[in-house]
């Protein structure tokens, strides 16, 4: 197995975690309600974190690995979703949420799949809050990290919902 490979076994696993985030929200009684909370006036809700997720795997196999714009499929609502954005009031559905980070994953894995392991330390990307510029391998493993630091405020955000209706 290449590595390319192994890293994309890894964000497969942390996909199924964030994934069953969402179903269980989708089991909720108001799963609209759920998704729209927010732990504290100007914090992101569970909603705006896994958006995010998926924005941000679309940014990175269109934009940051690949330069191929005419293949975004969302580029509409990056800037709402996007690393330094502040969450809004209008909350995607599950649905929504489900087909971005889909959508996502497909266009990086697609990206992914035209690169080899030869590039990992050759390619090179440009953080744009760090001004970095940062391997593949670093930024896959900055991708790995990514989905489970967002499910990870997304799940605590949901605990917190469960009780403050305690």
């Given at each position: 197995?290449?590595?390319?490979?192994?890293?994309?076994?890894?964000?497969?696993?942390?996909?199924?975690?964030t994934l069953a985030l969402l179903d269980s929200i989708a089991e909720m009684e108001s799963p609209a309600e759920v998704l729209g909370?927010?732990?504290?006036?100007?914090?992101?809700?569970?909603?705006?974190?896994?958006?995010?997720?998926?924005?941000?795997?679309?940014?990175?196999?269109?934009?940051?690995?690949?330069?191929?714009?005419?293949?975004?499929?969302?580029?509409?609502?990056?800037?709402?979703?996007?690393?330094?954005?502040?969450?809004?009031?209008?909350?995607?559905?599950?649905?929504?949420?489900?087909?971005?980070?889909?959508?996502?994953?497909?266009?990086?894995?697609?990206?992914?799949?035209?690169?080899?392991?030869?590039?990992?330390e050759t390619l090179t990307w440009m953080h744009p809050r760090m001004q970095k510029e940062l391997s593949l391998r670093t930024t896959?493993?900055?991708?790995?990290?990514?989905?489970?630091?967002?499910?990870?405020?997304?799940?605590?955000?949901?605990?917190?919902?469960?009780?403050?209706?305690?």
């Amino acid at each position: 197995m290449s590595t390319l490979e192994t890293y994309q076994e890894s964000f497969a696993f942390n996909r199924s975690r964030t994934l069953a985030l969402l179903d269980s929200i989708a089991e909720m009684e108001s799963p609209a309600e759920v998704l729209g909370w927010r732990p504290g006036e100007g914090r992101a809700h569970i909603a705006w974190q896994l958006m995010h997720i998926g924005v941000t795997e679309e940014l990175f196999g269109v934009e940051r690995l690949a330069s191929r714009p005419e293949a975004a499929r969302h580029a509409d609502i990056w800037e709402r979703f996007r690393g330094g954005s502040t969450p809004d009031d209008t909350i995607p559905s599950v649905d929504e949420i489900r087909q971005v980070l889909s959508d996502g994953r497909e266009l990086m894995s697609e990206t992914l799949a035209s690169l080899s392991d030869d590039q990992l330390e050759t390619l090179t990307w440009m953080h744009p809050r760090m001004q970095k510029e940062l391997s593949l391998r670093t930024t896959l493993q900055i991708v790995g990290w990514h989905e489970g630091h967002h499910q990870g405020q997304a799940h605590i955000t949901l605990n917190l919902y469960r009780a403050s209706q305690a």
